[in-house]
């Protein structure tokens, strides 16, 4: 069995692969802050790459790490960095309260203070406010399927500042995040790992009504930015069905979506790490951020 501590120890380790993948190589990028993104409230931090020599305003990938909503760090997105940096993008990574600090919906509230405060100033950090991509693995994938499906549900904005930005993305990456954590849905979970992770982010009991508001597919429309969506076959803390189910109700509703099952893979590992697969999240940001591709 595997516990929740390791749970959060894999999938907030998934991104320090990327340094060492040869498919994402890089130099590292030639400009590096740090900086609080929220304006009120308890003080989070965002790392922002600039590439070298940038000029006007680039898309920007953002990045929000796993660890079952309670461990990780944001240093864990400095493995991707340069190699996004290469291609043209700004690249950030941020910390975002756990549910031992705050139970949600504070984890989604601190990720849309970031998009805000990035738009709010992306000329200082050379990005284009509408060129805004999001990647996450596990809690993180989450948390950006959130962000993507979220624009316009204003209580879950929170009060960190910002408020007369946009918290809207443009492009979602999602790596093996749970998308319906209501209680009807979870006995797709044979791990009580992963049922106790949801249980300290909601609080026990687990009201439905809140984890339905924490459940990506209760948002889902026509309207979604769109979304590629990786998925390991193996994966026993995450249920695969949990990807198929967000896929099926995108699709259904039109959207823009993409799912690749990564065939072998458990919750993350060096199969996501292949270059068909790095090649994919490639792929998929340059066509959507891409400004011959962005909507005027």
Same mark, same amino acid.
């Given at each position: 069995?595997?516990?929740?501590?390791?749970?959060?120890?894999?999938?907030?380790?998934?991104?320090?692969?990327?340094?060492?993948?040869?498919?994402?190589?890089?130099?590292?990028?030639?400009?590096?802050?740090?900086?609080?993104?929220?304006?009120?409230?308890?003080?989070?931090?965002?790392?922002?790459?600039?590439?070298?020599?940038?000029?006007?305003?680039?898309?920007?990938?953002?990045?929000?790490?796993?660890?079952?909503?309670?461990?990780?760090?944001?240093?864990?997105?400095?493995?991707?960095?340069?190699?996004?940096?290469?291609?043209?993008?700004?690249?950030?990574?941020?910390?975002?309260?756990?549910?031992?600090?705050?139970?949600?919906?504070?984890?989604?509230?601190?990720?849309?203070?970031?998009?805000?405060?990035?738009?709010?100033?992306?000329?200082?950090?050379?990005?284009?406010?509408?060129?805004?991509?999001?990647?996450?693995?596990?809690?993180?994938?989450?948390?950006?399927?959130?962000?993507?499906?979220?624009?316009?549900?204003?209580?879950?904005?929170?009060?960190?500042?910002?408020?007369?930005?946009?918290?809207?993305? /443009?492009?979602?990456?999602?790596?093996?995040?749970?998308?319906?954590?209501?209680?009807?849905?979870?006995?797709?979970?044979?791990?009580?790992?992963?049922?106790?992770?949801?249980?300290?982010?909601?609080?026990?009991?687990?009201?439905?009504?809140?984890?339905?508001?924490?459940?990506?597919?209760?948002?889902?429309?026509?309207?979604?930015?769109?979304?590629?969506?990786?998925?390991?076959?193996?994966?026993?803390?995450?249920?695969?069905? /949990?990807?198929?189910?967000?896929?099926?109700?995108?699709?259904?509703?039109?959207?823009?979506?993409?799912?690749?099952?990564?065939?072998?893979?458990?919750?993350?590992?060096? /199969?996501?790490?292949?270059?068909?697969?790095?090649?994919?999240?490639?792929?998929?940001?340059?066509?959507?951020?891409?400004?011959?591709?962005?909507?005027?």
């Amino acid at each position: 069995m595997i516990s929740m501590q390791s749970w959060g120890r894999r999938a907030a380790a998934v991104c320090a692969v990327l340094a060492l993948a040869p498919a994402l190589r890089a130099e590292t990028p030639a400009a590096v802050v740090s900086v609080p993104y929220t304006a009120s409230g308890p003080q989070e931090m965002i790392d922002i790459y600039t590439p070298a020599n940038a000029a006007g305003a680039l898309p920007v990938v953002v990045y929000i790490h796993g660890g079952a909503w309670l461990g990780g760090s944001r240093s864990s997105g400095q493995g991707a960095s340069g190699h996004f940096n290469q291609q043209g993008y700004v690249f950030c990574s941020l910390d975002y309260r756990f549910s031992n600090e705050a139970k949600y919906p504070a984890q989604i509230e601190d990720c849309k203070c970031a998009i805000r405060f990035l738009r709010a100033n992306a000329a200082k950090y050379h990005i284009d406010p509408k060129r805004i991509g999001v990647w996450g693995d596990s809690a993180g994938g989450h948390l950006v399927s959130l962000l993507g499906l979220t624009p316009k549900v204003k209580h879950l904005e929170g009060d960190g500042g910002w408020r007369k930005q946009s918290s809207a993305v /443009q492009a979602v990456v999602d790596w093996y995040g749970p998308s319906d954590i209501v209680p009807s849905s979870m006995k797709t979970y044979t791990n009580p790992a992963g049922i106790d992770a949801i249980t300290k982010l909601l609080g026990d009991p687990i009201d439905p009504k809140l984890a339905a508001d924490a459940s990506p597919i209760t948002f889902v429309s026509k309207s979604a930015p769109p979304f590629l969506i990786m998925h390991g076959d193996k994966d026993s803390l995450v249920p695969v069905a /949990q990807s198929q189910e967000l896929y099926d109700a995108l699709k259904a509703d039109g959207a823009d979506v993409t799912l690749k099952i990564v065939a072998g893979a458990e919750h993350g590992g060096s /199969q996501f790490m292949l270059p068909e697969n790095t090649g994919l999240v490639d792929s998929f940001f340059a066509r959507v951020l891409k400004p011959e591709n962005v909507k005027k």
